[in-house]
């Protein structure tokens, strides 16, 4: 197969990537930051990711662009980049604003310069969870949220489709059992929590919803022997 290369144009906005679990979508991001690194000096490009998938960007740690790698369960380093990049963004609208861009501002001022700056998010959906529950996080949530209904937006114009689950009945065909919970609230085979969001294109499968379904509670048995005794067995008093 042809190989060709891959421009991207990162100076217009937010670039997602969107793609079934498994299909190498964290393999690519560390692929660009390898090749961001390799483009530019530390001095000239610094890298901070946050790490909601499964631990993907530990690869990536040693590059010396790489400020922080961060993952989901360390809440307090969220909260303090998230203050960090707030800050930069103010004293650079600040300082830029007399400027045409980034670019003129570093030409005219080369012993200030201003490095470019790249925030990766891997995993929009556990990006959001985790915002949404962290008051010093509400900038990224605002952020993510805004780029991922803009993406949607676009790619539903294409024929993509959430695949239903919550209050449904568990559809082998597009829902991913990993979890029951007894429950007299909900039919027994009802989803009852989604875990990762499923989609299809065009009615094809492209991930199914990971999901935790409903069982029916277990019902003590009339005359049955209380758990530990032995049948035959008078329990002890």
């Not at 190989?3 to 964290?26: C, E």
């Not at 080369?110 to 556990?126: H, S």
């Not at 539903?156 to 239903?164: D, I, S, T």
């Amino acid at each position: 197969a042809e190989q060709r290369l891959l421009s991207i144009d990162m100076a217009n906005g937010p670039v997602a990537l969107f793609g079934g679990a498994g299909r190498g979508k964290t393999t690519f991001i560390k692929s660009l930051l390898t090749a961001f690194a390799t483009q530019r000096s530390p001095a000239e490009l610094n890298m901070y990711a946050l790490d909601f998938g499964r631990g993907g960007m530990k690869a990536v740690t040693a590059l010396p662009h790489l400020g922080a790698s961060i993952d989901a369960s360390e809440t307090a380093r969220v909260g303090q980049l998230m203050r960090m990049l707030r800050n930069f963004i103010n004293e650079r609208q600040e300082k830029l604003s007399k400027y045409a861009n980034l670019n003129d501002y570093n030409e005219k001022n080369p012993k200030q310069l201003f490095a470019e700056i790249v925030v990766v998010i891997d995993n929009f959906d556990r990006a959001l969870a985790f915002a949404g529950a962290s008051p010093d996080a509400k900038g990224l949530s605002d952020g993510v949220s805004l780029i991922r209904k803009q993406l949607i937006g676009v790619l539903a114009k294409f024929g993509l489709k959430a695949v239903e689950a919550v209050g449904h009945k568990f559809d082998p065909e597009f829902h991913e059992a990993v979890a029951q919970v007894e429950t007299d609230a909900q039919p027994e085979g009802t989803v009852v929590a989604e875990q990762l969001r499923g989609y299809t294109l065009n009615g094809r499968l492209l991930r199914p919803s990971v999901v935790t379904v409903a069982a029916a509670p277990k019902k003590e048995v009339a005359g049955a022997p209380p758990a530990g005794s032995a049948a035959g067995e008078a329990p002890a008093p």
